[in-house]
């Protein structure tokens, strides 16, 4: 699948179509080809589909195996840990019976070990579905999640899609910056910027882009300058204190984390907890039975205060009006090219769907932009 984007590219390249030495990155969520379920009904289902797939193949062998666990009457809790403890026990049976099974059967026990093997699963934070165990829950925003998978896409600014990489949704955008510019760089592409949103403006990003002499036009998080939203805490400089929504100031501050590292040090703030259990706003800032009640701002690395002035400047507002270009080519592929759902499930199929898709739009692009400069 590389091998084919990487083709393209290089046909681009030996073209002249690209020209920018310029990089914008983002990510857009994909709807898994599959319903988000309870951790119950994964259990229930995997079974449920690994019985029935050796009931086609292997009827004898089906009358065999152990009946379904009596949960009636029983916490959820318990219940969840005996559909865990029969699902590994009808896994192990089946593959005893059948070491050299094939096709569907050999899927579901791989599903069924996957599933097993889920330490989150019981917590409701592991897999989510017997259907595509590997799709994963994302947010969208701040109030609106998805269930799926995540496609982040490196463009050059002649709209060439140079790399992608196909994640879960739950995975951090962030992370993904280094691979998809080693991936464009190692196709020959000079860079000298890199565009993308403020997901990408972690402190590691930051400093991998300094030491490769690539501009960072990304705009930094809003928790880096210490402004939370959702929160009405105050920083004063002078006092080195932070002021409560209820007007009472912190009495100590330590520092945590360490230096040197992909991430930022935090100045934590912490609270007379007397005061805050009598406090009329502490609903939702103070938990009952705490014995602490703290604060953390985020502290300014070397590379975030570079960052913040290069923002203020001129050629930053002119390069960030170019950024949007990489949404409307991820619109592109959702509506016109179907990155909207999943159409196979499992990490691979959808890394195919997404290659194919990528393959086409490039093609699209490069042969509008060799007509363009045909009539020019």
């Not at 969520?29 to 599959?34: E, F, V």
């Not at 026990?109 to 259907?131: F, P």
């Not at 990003?205 to 960072?216: F, G, P, R, V």
């Not at 975030?304 to 507002?317: A, S």
Request: overall charge positive.
């Amino acid at each position: 699948m590389d091998k084919v984007l990487i083709e393209i590219v290089k046909q681009c390249q030996e073209k002249g179509i690209i020209k920018s030495k310029s990089l914008l990155i983002d990510s857009t969520h994909m709807q898994a080809n599959a319903s988000k379920r309870q951790p119950l009904e994964v259990l229930r289902k995997a079974a449920s589909r690994l019985r029935r797939s050796v009931k086609k193949q292997h009827s004898a062998l089906y009358h065999k195996l152990p009946s379904y666990p009596n949960v009636k009457d029983i916490p959820e809790e318990e219940q969840g840990k005996r559909w865990l403890h029969y699902l590994a026990q009808l896994g192990e049976e089946v593959e005893e019976a059948l070491p050299d099974a094939e096709g569907s059967i050999k899927e579901k026990l791989h599903v069924a070990k996957q599933i097993v093997e889920d330490e989150r699963l019981l917590s409701k934070k592991g897999i989510a579905s017997a259907v595509d165990p590997e799709a994963r829950f994302g947010w969208k925003s701040k109030s609106r999640s998805f269930f799926g998978y995540k496609t982040h896409i490196a463009m050059t600014e002649e709209e060439i899609i140079t790399s992608i990489k196909v994640t879960t949704g739950t995975s951090d955008d962030g992370k993904q910056l280094r691979e998809l510019v080693d991936q464009t760089k190692e196709q020959g592409i000079e860079l000298e910027e890199v565009l993308g949103d403020t997901a990408y403006s972690s402190k590691g990003n930051l400093s991998y882009l300094q030491e490769h002499d690539i501009k960072a036009s990304i705009p930094l998080n809003p928790s880096v300058y210490g402004n939370r939203e959702e929160d009405l805490f105050r920083y004063d400089k002078e006092t080195d204190q932070v002021m409560c929504p209820a007007g009472h100031w912190s009495f100590r501050k330590a520092r945590q984390g360490k230096k040197n590292v992909g991430t930022n040090q935090t100045d934590t703030f912490y609270f007379d907890v007397t005061t805050c259990q009598s406090c009329p706003l502490r609903e939702g800032c103070y938990k009952e039975g705490s014995k602490t009640k703290t604060y953390s701002i985020s502290v300014l690395s070397k590379e975030h205060e570079q960052q913040m002035k290069y923002l203020e400047t001129e050629e930053y507002k002119k390069r960030s009006k170019i950024r949007p270009i990489i949404e409307h080519k991820n619109a592109e592929l959702k509506r016109f090219h179907g990155l909207t759902t999943a159409k196979y499930r499992g990490l691979f199929g959808v890394k195919i769907q997404v290659y194919l898709a990528a393959f086409t739009v490039n093609i699209k692009r490069m042969i509008k932009l060799e007509q363009l400069h045909m009539h020019s």
